[in-house]
């Protein structure tokens, strides 16, 4: 540790702002130390004091439920009561946000929005680059095709996949006279766009979908079209295995796909000390410098990825066209909660960690204010999690305007992202809101987290419903329209993006393509996919859904009441069997002990891992907080006993370790239940979930973590 300013330092950390992100930042090193260890003292103060704040509430809320056991539930009453206590605060009048300088990706145009883990620099890569990504291979790769997925060359599958993508280019960018089907030959003449089926002339029937080309108009090997903002880029040429066997020689469809990428820091990154941490700041200040690159061997070959390039045309009109070849990065800090001990402060306590996000993702931000290889407006997306309620969000625009003036950028130029998963901040989202309104520009909802919070506030109320009832519950129906409503209130059309959850399950793409066109349809202009591959079949839907119509539409629908936000989702007399109950908890074990053992073992905050029915799910921390809270709500109030589930622990853990027989890294849980760290903490997450800070995961995994990675 090196002390500075009053600050003891990891030196990993140190080295690593001194020598790496404050070069060609006109930073001064010393001025830098000087200014942050001032802040950092006068804000860590006020930052213990919400979370100490947040366990007061929660205590009066839990004495509230516990005086009343035995009574009638009165809505009216306890509204009073959350507003007697600072939890439920007045509504002001209306205001409209006023955020400037915010680029088009969030602003005005409509699409899917990845979320990678910052540790990983070859997938926080793919995650960039995913902003062009072919809607052929997307296709032929997964299930949303019949038939079966294979490695070799299948002609019968590929001609499925043309007359797939031929339907859709039909529906959303008809021709004249014909379908794309009847298409032989395609060329530009007098600035339009003249497609031949035999020997007759068609043209869009939209004529303004045509943007651009490459090659010579006579025989162009790239056509640029535009739906709804987004552009698709079709390839030509015959020559290829795909363009032999189309008609009109397309050799390939590229969707504009993934817009904007969440790289987090947070709920899918297992970063606990300096070494850690100065790893996520790294990868993340090679992304906004542009160099960030990551080598791997595949298939026998040295393979090295890096970011990719913009995309030139050739506009209708013979001037040049140029596209954002990388979808438009926001970071995921961490929320107010945490600390970490790569800092420790004058009085010996660890420096909280959302501060030291902030300041380090800006401080890196500083390259791409120069080279614009991200934001063209100078901007720096930060998405903050885990706040309750306006006090915690007016602290965060606090912190900014303090990272603002050290770094001496210009005032609002950090963005900020309320993610909605608190209860206290969606019942209050409008004030939330108004305590940023220079600078938001992303508000969503999100199931998994939400739900955790939902169990924990009202622990004492009475056992939860089972966890696959809440989607059909009342609160939660309410609380997704609530965030859309309120975020049209407050002018985030064409503006801020309001967002929608994860698509959890990356193998179940035709599912997904059936059921996901339902967050585009409810008003949401962006919504979470866990890949690539499945940002680029999301993106159909928005060419199908036009997404700023659809809020037009939603503006005048009778707003949702926040009455049945409160609507507690308990059973109020539970008569299930033993079966039932017995699967429920085998099920929530199960994904427990799945990503524990990763996240504690390996240090893997975000992987694929199986349920007990072998489908494979994209895992966060924000799924170990709602089944851990699940089966401790339920060991509370005696729908389970922990001999039951130490029972079911065991018996799912060895069923994890089957299903992990194949990774080479992995420890069993099962060979020393005594000693396995992993297992450990996944028991301590259920057996005292209930004193968990707001039912959070993060205390004990980290603990646990730095204790394996003491003993390896």
């Not at 000390?273 to 200040?285: G, I, S, T």
């Not at 506030?457 to 859309?484: D, Q, R």
């Not at 029915?613 to 966060?620: K, R, S, Y």
Request: with cysteine; glycine share 6%; charged share 30%.
């Amino acid at each position: 540790m090196i002390d500075k300013n009053g600050l003891k330092i990891s030196s990993t950390l140190f080295e690593f702002i001194n020598n790496e992100a404050v070069p060609n930042t006109g930073i001064k090193i010393d001025d830098f130390w000087n200014k942050f260890s001032n802040i950092v003292h006068e804000l860590a103060p006020i930052n213990k004091e919400l979370i100490q704040k947040r366990e007061n509430i929660q205590k009066k809320i839990d004495d509230w439920h516990m005086s009343r056991k035995g009574k009638d539930f009165n809505k009216v009453e306890y509204i009073n009561f959350l507003k007697s206590i600072g939890y439920l605060v007045d509504e002001k009048s209306n205001f409209f946000i006023e955020t400037s300088g915010v680029d088009e990706e969030i602003s005005s145009i409509a699409g899917p929005q990845l979320v990678v883990p910052v540790d990983n620099a070859r997938y926080a890569l793919n995650a960039a680059n995913a902003r062009w990504g072919s809607l052929y291979d997307a296709l032929y790769g997964t299930d949303v095709i019949q038939g079966k997925i294979g490695k070799d060359w299948d002609k019968e599958r590929a001609l499925k996949v043309i007359n797939f993508v031929k339907d859709f280019l039909d529906e959303r960018f008809p021709l004249s006279n014909t379908s794309w089907r009847e298409i032989t030959k395609i060329q530009i003449e007098e600035n339009k766009l003249v497609l031949f089926s035999e020997s007759d002339k068609n043209y869009l029937k939209k004529d303004d979908q045509f943007i651009g080309f490459n090659g010579d108009k006579k025989n162009p090997n790239s056509i640029l079209i535009k739906n709804n903002n987004l552009h698709i880029d079709i390839l030509i040429d015959p020559n290829t295995m795909v363009g032999k066997i189309d008609k009109a020689g397309i050799s390939e469809v590229i969707t504009e796909s993934a817009l904007s990428t969440i790289v987090d820091n947070e709920d899918s990154v297992a970063a606990v000390d300096a070494d850690d941490k100065v790893k996520c700041y790294r990868n993340w200040l090679g992304l906004m410098k542009g160099d960030l690159t990551s080598s791997f061997e595949k298939n026998g070959k040295k393979i090295t990825r890096k970011l990719n390039s913009d995309r030139t045309y050739i506009s209708r009109n013979g001037d040049k066209i140029k596209l954002h070849g990388r979808a438009l990065l926001l970071n995921r800090n961490v929320g107010h909660l945490m600390t970490n001990p790569s800092i420790i402060l004058k009085d010996g306590s660890e420096i909280p960690e959302g501060i030291m996000d902030a300041f380090v993702s800006t401080l890196c931000a500083l390259h791409d204010f120069k080279n614009k290889n991200n934001s063209r407006t100078s901007s720096v997306y930060i998405v903050k999690p885990k706040m309750h309620g306006p006090e915690e969000v007016a602290f965060t625009n606090t912190l900014f305007e303090k990272v603002e003036e050290t770094l001496n950028i210009k005032k609002y130029s950090i963005k900020v992202g309320i993610m909605d998963e608190e209860r206290r901040t969606t019942v209050n989202l409008k004030e939330c809101i108004r305590q940023v309104k220079n600078r938001i520009v992303f508000i969503n909802t999100g199931f998994l987290d939400r739900t955790g919070d939902e169990m924990h506030t009202s622990f004492e109320a009475g056992p939860m419903i089972f966890k696959g009832e809440m989607k059909k519950s009342t609160w939660l129906n309410t609380y997704e329209n609530w965030n859309v409503d309120i975020g049209l209130s407050c002018g985030f059309s064409g503006k801020a993006q309001i967002g929608k959850g994860m698509w959890a399950m990356p193998d179940q793409m035709a599912n997904m393509m059936d059921q996901k066109i339902g967050h585009p349809k409810s008003g949401a202009n962006c919504a979470w996919v866990p890949s690539p591959t499945a940002a680029t079949l999301h993106s159909l839907h928005y060419h199908k859904v036009n997404v700023f119509k659809e809020q037009e539409k939603i503006k005048s629908r009778e707003k949702a009441k926040v009455e049945n936000i409160l609507d507690i989702p308990k059973a109020d007399r539970p008569n299930w069997s033993t079966e039932d109950i017995v699967r429920e908890v085998e099920n929530n074990a199960q994904g427990i002990l799945g990503y524990v053992v990763r996240w504690v073992d390996q240090g893997v905050g975000c992987s694929k891992v199986p349920d007990v029915n072998n489908v494979g799910l994209m895992e966060d921390r924000a799924t170990l907080r709602i089944s851990s809270q699940h089966i401790a709500n339920w060991l509370h109030h005696g729908i389970c006993n922990e001999v039951q589930v130490m029972e079911i622990m065991k018996k799912m853990a060895k069923i994890v370790d089957k299903q992990n027989e194949n990774d080479a890294n992995y420890k069993k849980m099962s060979e020393d239940f005594e000693n396995s760290i992993a297992f450990s903490a996944a028991c301590d997450l259920v057996f005292k979930g209930r004193v968990q800070p707001s039912g959070y995961t993060e205390p004990l995994l980290h603990e646990k973590r730095l204790l394996k990675k003491t003993s390896i």
